[in-house]
């Protein structure tokens, strides 16, 4: 279901999941920081234990110097003098005790307002209310201390150690909560140490799972199918035009394969589509070249024994006249005389044929042309071939259809009609069939003339319009035809083709014309229409 994303959905996913894995390693990290932090600030607890333990001093020393006090209260003084200067001097002593314990309390207040309220060791709710205990004990002491006499009275100094017993208390209080905290924050620690093990190791490995899913991922997104394409277009740059890349996604990596597909197919239908033409092209330039040659032959070669053959005919139609006068005596020498002269004639006639299909062959330069009507042009030259005898046994038939109108000159391409419906009538048997069809493709004509006689090899079709090659039966023929009629079709811009199946199988020529401007204009007309 994935595969089938677009590339977009599929970095959207890669995406959350390296999000996701990055959240869960910075939360593990956070907590971590944040669990070391909150011992670090629990160690600030730590200071409030030597200002308790001093403030237990400082009562303890109080103790001591009531007592002392008491002591010199209750002991008989050698004189009253000195005995009062010892009980001032225990006095300054006590005050001086009481006011280091005042101060050392300060320090112990100051230390528990540095701390926060959501301390992690506990709360401190207790010290705070042991320190009011000993503020209001201190007071106490204090009121006692301005009264009167109070180091002489019994009643007085006995509340005093009943006070500075509960002062004692209360300060031991202190640094046993503090105790008792440290050790249930030293169990809650223990727990969290463990629960983040836990955590670090949990969460550590859903970042690697979450990593390789995402490895993973792109591999078979992202660099699976681009080895596939490289792969596959190194193939085609190759030069295998057959091989076709295949994804089984439907993302822009399945596109992208699609369009070099279609890309290659494309290229090798052009090159095919090349190739053929180079081939062509080609033969034709061959042809062209040896038309060429041919022509300029032709040319020399006709106005060397045109005048010549000429005189030779004139002299044999005047000896034939005059034969009987000589010959009058001998009717056997002039039978014979007739018979040679007959045959000389003949073959002068056969030579100037042939000179003059050499003049028409290398005609070079530009005639006149017209349009001209070729569905009509065509019927004119099938009605002159069936008053020929020689072909009583043989049928042409034009197909029916539109007309066509060409511009041609009129003499040449009835000359090519001729030839292309003679070779066919000439490669049936006694009897069979030619078929003659004309059409219009796009800007263009198109006169097929289709045989059932003995068709052509390969061979044959790569030199039938080569000049002086012939395969009629017999031996007939100069072999000029075919290649005067390919020229003068390629003269008017068109194009001859031939075509078998091979021997026995018919064959088809196809001769190509350009439409003239008023045909355009009357299918122009009748579309509109």
């Given at each position: 279901?994935?595969?089938?994303?677009?590339?977009?959905?599929?970095?959207?996913?890669?995406?959350?999941?390296?999000?996701?894995?990055?959240?869960?390693?910075?939360?593990?990290?956070?907590?971590?920081?944040?669990?070391?932090?909150?011992?670090?600030?629990?160690?600030?607890?730590?200071?409030?234990?030597?200002?308790?333990?001093?403030?237990?001093?400082?009562?303890?020393?109080?103790?001591?110097?009531?007592?002392?006090?008491?002591?010199?209260?209750?002991?008989?003084?050698?004189?009253?003098?000195?005995?009062?200067?010892?009980?001032?001097?225990?006095?300054?002593?006590?005050?001086?005790?009481?006011?280091?314990?005042?101060?050392?309390?300060?320090?112990?207040?100051?230390?528990?307002?540095?701390?926060?309220?959501?301390?992690?060791?506990?709360?401190?709710?207790?010290?705070?209310?042991?320190?009011?205990?000993?503020?209001?004990?201190?007071?106490?002491?204090?009121?006692?201390?301005?009264?009167?006499?109070?180091?002489?009275?019994?009643?007085?100094?006995?509340?005093?150690?009943?006070?500075?017993?509960y002062l004692e208390e209360r300060a031991?209080?202190?640094?046993?909560?503090?105790?008792?905290?440290?050790?249930?924050?030293?169990?809650?620690?223990?727990?969290?140490?463990?629960?983040?093990?836990?955590?670090?190791?949990?969460?550590?490995?859903?970042?690697?799972?979450?990593?390789?899913?995402?490895?993973?991922?792109?591999?078979?997104?992202?660099?699976?199918?681009?080895?596939?394409?490289?792969?596959?277009?190194?193939?085609?740059?190759?030069?295998?035009?057959?091989?076709?890349?295949?994804?089984?996604?439907?993302?822009?990596?399945?596109?992208?394969?699609?369009?070099?597909?279609?890309?290659?197919?494309?290229?090798?239908?052009?090159?095919?589509?090349?190739?053929?033409?180079?081939?062509?092209?080609?033969?034709?330039?061959?042809?062209?070249?040896?038309?060429?040659?041919?022509?300029?032959?032709?040319?020399?070669?006709?106005?060397?024994?045109?005048?010549?053959?000429?005189?030779?005919?004139?002299?044999?139609?005047?000896?034939?006249?005059?034969?009987?006068?000589?010959?009058?005596?001998?009717?056997?020498?002039?039978?014979?005389?007739?018979?040679?002269?007959?045959?000389?004639?003949?073959?002068?006639?056969?030579?100037?044929?042939?000179?003059?299909?050499?003049?028409?062959?290398?005609?070079?330069?530009?005639?006149?042309?017209?349009?001209?009507?070729?569905?009509?042009?065509?019927?004119?030259?099938?009605?002159?071939?069936?008053?020929?005898?020689?072909?009583?046994?043989?049928?042409?038939?034009?197909?029916?259809?539109?007309?066509?109108?060409?511009?041609?000159?009129?003499?040449?391409?009835?000359?090519?009609?001729?030839?292309?419906?003679?070779?066919?009538l000439d490669s049936l048997e006694d009897?069979?069939?030619?078929?003659?069809?004309?059409?219009?493709?796009?800007?263009?004509?198109?006169?097929?003339?289709?045989?059932?006689?003995?068709?052509?090899?390969?061979?044959?079709?790569?030199?039938?319009?080569?000049?002086?090659?012939?395969?009629?039966?017999?031996?007939?023929?100069?072999?000029?035809?075919?290649?005067?009629?390919?020229?003068?079709?390629?003269?008017?811009?068109?194009?001859?083709?031939?075509?078998?199946?091979?021997?026995?199988?018919?064959?088809?020529?196809?001769?190509?014309?350009?439409?003239?401007?008023?045909?355009?204009?009357?299918?122009?007309?009748?579309?509109?229409?």
């Amino acid at each position: 279901m994935l595969a089938r994303w677009p590339i977009r959905n599929k970095l959207f996913v890669g995406l959350a999941l390296l999000v996701v894995m990055v959240v869960l390693i910075a939360w593990g990290g956070i907590e971590g920081l944040y669990s070391y932090r909150s011992l670090v600030r629990s160690l600030r607890r730590v200071y409030e234990l030597p200002i308790a333990t001093k403030l237990m001093q400082h009562v303890g020393d109080l103790r001591v110097a009531l007592s002392e006090i008491r002591g010199q209260g209750e002991a008989p003084a050698d004189t009253p003098f000195g005995r009062s200067a010892s009980l001032q001097w225990a006095q300054e002593e006590f005050r001086h005790h009481v006011d280091a314990t005042r101060n050392t309390l300060a320090n112990y207040r100051f230390q528990l307002a540095d701390n926060s309220p959501d301390d992690p060791i506990g709360d401190s709710q207790r010290e705070w209310d042991t320190v009011r205990s000993i503020e209001h004990s201190l007071e106490r002491i204090d009121k006692t201390m301005q009264q009167p006499d109070w180091l002489f009275d019994a009643v007085q100094l006995a509340r005093l150690n009943a006070e500075l017993q509960y002062l004692e208390e209360r300060a031991v209080e202190l640094p046993s909560y503090l105790h008792l905290n440290i050790e249930e924050f030293t169990e809650e620690a223990r727990g969290q140490y463990r629960a983040l093990i836990v955590l670090c190791c949990v969460t550590s490995i859903l970042a690697a799972g979450m990593f390789i899913l995402l490895v993973k991922l792109f591999y078979d997104w992202v660099f699976r199918p681009l080895r596939v394409l490289i792969k596959g277009s190194r193939k085609v740059a190759g030069g295998n035009f057959e091989y076709r890349i295949v994804m089984n996604s439907h993302d822009e990596m399945a596109e992208l394969a699609g369009a070099m597909n279609d890309m290659t197919v494309r290229f090798r239908t052009i090159r095919d589509d090349l190739d053929r033409q180079v081939q062509e092209r080609t033969k034709q330039v061959v042809r062209s070249e040896q038309l060429a040659s041919v022509g300029f032959l032709a040319a020399g070669v006709a106005h060397e024994i045109n005048n010549p053959l000429a005189s030779i005919a004139m002299a044999a139609e005047s000896l034939e006249g005059r034969l009987d006068e000589l010959l009058k005596s001998d009717k056997s020498q002039r039978d014979l005389a007739h018979k040679y002269l007959r045959m000389i004639q003949t073959e002068a006639f056969r030579c100037k044929e042939i000179t003059e299909k050499l003049l028409d062959f290398s005609r070079i330069g530009e005639v006149r042309r017209q349009p001209v009507e070729l569905r009509g042009l065509v019927g004119g030259v099938i009605d002159m071939i069936g008053h020929l005898g020689r072909y009583s046994s043989k049928h042409v038939t034009l197909e029916p259809g539109v007309p066509l109108f060409v511009m041609i000159n009129q003499q040449e391409i009835k000359q090519v009609v001729l030839n292309l419906l003679v070779n066919g009538l000439d490669s049936l048997e006694d009897e069979g069939e030619v078929r003659v069809r004309i059409d219009a493709h796009g800007d263009q004509a198109e006169l097929s003339v289709t045989d059932t006689g003995h068709g052509m090899t390969e061979e044959v079709l790569e030199h039938l319009f080569e000049p002086f090659f012939t395969r009629k039966r017999g031996g007939q023929g100069t072999g000029l035809g075919l290649s005067i009629a390919y020229r003068i079709v390629a003269d008017h811009g068109g194009a001859l083709e031939a075509h078998s199946d091979g021997p026995g199988r018919g064959a088809r020529f196809t001769v190509r014309l350009p439409l003239a401007e008023m045909q355009k204009e009357l299918a122009y007309h009748y579309q509109a229409a």
